[in-house]
């Protein structure tokens, strides 16, 4: 059985750092374009960060400078590293895959991690 499974969440004050990891258990995901969504309560789940099996990033607008996507393919894993924490980072983050990504749109794929709750106090 396929799966995503996600490691890393936590409670981390104002301006701390967190890295979750995202574990894939088959080969086929180093193909694919990985990323992470994140919904916190009363919103929509959105893109945070995604990254191409050949290692090209993206980041929504409100992470970019604090966020670092990155993938190891070997071991099937990709990797949030996220500093400089607020407030408004608090949400249950989701590891994706694989997505689609284009100029004018994203479309998250079929296989979700069970997801892990990032909380940033202030």
């Known amino acids: 059985q396929v799966q995503l499974v996600e490691s890393g969440g936590g409670l981390v004050q104002s301006g701390g750092s967190l890295r979750l990891s995202c574990a894939a258990s088959a080969s086929i995901f180093s193909i694919m374009t990985m990323g992470w969504y994140r919904q916190a309560p009363g919103k929509q789940r959105e893109l945070v960060a995604s990254?191409?099996?050949?290692?090209?990033?993206d980041y929504a607008d409100s992470v970019k400078g604090r966020f670092t996507i990155s993938r190891d393919n070997a071991n099937n894993t990709v990797y949030l590293q996220m500093n400089s924490l607020k407030p408004e980072d608090t949400a249950v983050y989701y590891c994706?895959?694989?997505?689609?990504?284009?100029?004018?749109?994203?479309?998250?794929?079929?296989?979700w991690g069970q997801g892990t709750q990032v909380t940033v106090s202030s």
């Open positions: 994706n895959a694989p997505i689609q990504r284009t100029l004018y749109y994203t479309i998250p794929g079929n296989y």
């Open positions: 990254v191409t099996s050949g290692g090209s990033a």
